[in-house]
């Protein structure tokens, strides 16, 4: 299975005493980095939401609004915060008498201050509502994981397509490599004529360096690791988990096969083919962002 990191869902439930929607939309992202924006209520649930999407998501950059509204009559009781209220005085009026200012307003700019009021909440009502909201936030998750197999599936095409054209240019160097060897066996015996008709000649040391040059130019342990490097690639994309990383992982190895066969080529007519699979790859690497 292979899974986009962008994903969108969308979740209203309604009922006789809430209402609630929640919209959840993902983009790619090596780790899980998630915004979350819901009511000051469920401020205390935040780490237990953020433990659901790394869970559930995994990856990707996570945006969640969760709109809240409670259909229920204001039964919650204000009370004044006078710890607070006390200090603010206590300032304001220091201020006022070092300023030498009328304080005649101070206590009704102090009620108007930040927190100069405590409005208890029902904690059984606010927890009976988080389960309505906990249900409808896994129901935005699982439309967002279907949205990301969805996006994962053309994904995975696309991939098999970019794969099946480095496996079709890998096939081509295969029928090339023959003329390749005629090419430079040719310049070599070129080479060799020359050199052996130097006074000053070394057979040995010709011998060594013969050797070395050929093996230098053979490409076929390259050839063979590079096919199993693309099986590999094809057998991850039918996992049943789906791991960008690893594929990211096998697209590297790939990369290096392909810079070595065109290291060692030494044959114009090879090296196009060399230039369309890097094509290719660059391409699995653009998508492989994209994947979970």
């Known amino acids: 299975m292979v899974k986009s990191m962008t994903g969108f869902g969308r979740v209203v439930l309604e009922t006789d005493e809430l209402s609630v929607q929640i919209e959840l939309k993902t983009l790619n992202s090596k780790f899980l980095d998630s915004n979350i924006k819901m009511s000051y209520l469920f401020f205390d649930k935040e780490i237990e939401i953020k433990n659901l999407l790394n869970k559930k998501l995994e990856r990707g950059k996570v945006?969640?609004?969760?709109?809240?509204?409670?259909?229920?009559?204001?039964?919650?009781?204000?009370?004044?915060?006078?710890?607070?209220?006390?200090?603010?005085?206590?300032?304001?009026?220091?201020?006022?008498?070092?300023?030498?200012?009328?304080?005649?307003?101070?206590?009704?700019?102090?009620?108007?201050?930040?927190?100069?009021?405590?409005?208890?909440?029902?904690?059984?009502?606010?927890?009976?509502?988080?389960?309505?909201?906990?249900?409808?936030?896994?129901?935005?998750?699982?439309?967002?994981?279907?949205?990301?197999?969805h996006e994962g599936e053309i994904l995975k095409s696309e991939l098999n397509g970019y794969i099946d054209n480095i496996r079709n240019l890998l096939k081509n160097i295969e029928e090339l490599d023959p003329e390749r060897i005629k090419h430079i066996r040719e310049r070599l015996q070129k080479q060799v004529n020359d050199l052996v008709s130097n006074e000053n000649f070394d057979p040995n040391r010709f011998e060594q360096e013969l050797i070395y040059y050929i093996e230098k130019l053979d490409i076929s342990e390259e050839k063979v690791r590079l096919n199993k490097h693309l099986d590999l690639f094809q057998e991850t994309l039918k996992a049943k988990i789906s791991s960008g990383k690893k594929l990211t992982f096998i697209s590297q190895e790939i990369g290096r096969e392909i810079n070595t066969i065109g290291a060692k080529a030494n044959f114009a007519e090879l090296q196009k083919f060399v230039v369309d699979m890097k094509d290719n790859l660059e391409k699995i690497k653009e998508q492989l962002f994209n994947i979970v």
């Open 63 to 149: 945006s969640l609004n969760i709109n809240y509204v409670s259909k229920k009559p204001e039964t919650n009781k204000i009370q004044v915060n006078f710890p607070l209220v006390s200090n603010y005085y206590k300032e304001l009026k220091k201020s006022a008498d070092d300023l030498g200012t009328n304080d005649s307003d101070i206590f009704r700019m102090i009620m108007q201050m930040p927190d100069a009021y405590i409005k208890e909440q029902d904690q059984d009502a606010i927890e009976k509502d988080w389960k309505v909201v906990a249900e409808a936030l896994n129901q935005a998750i699982e439309k967002c994981t279907q949205f990301r197999i």
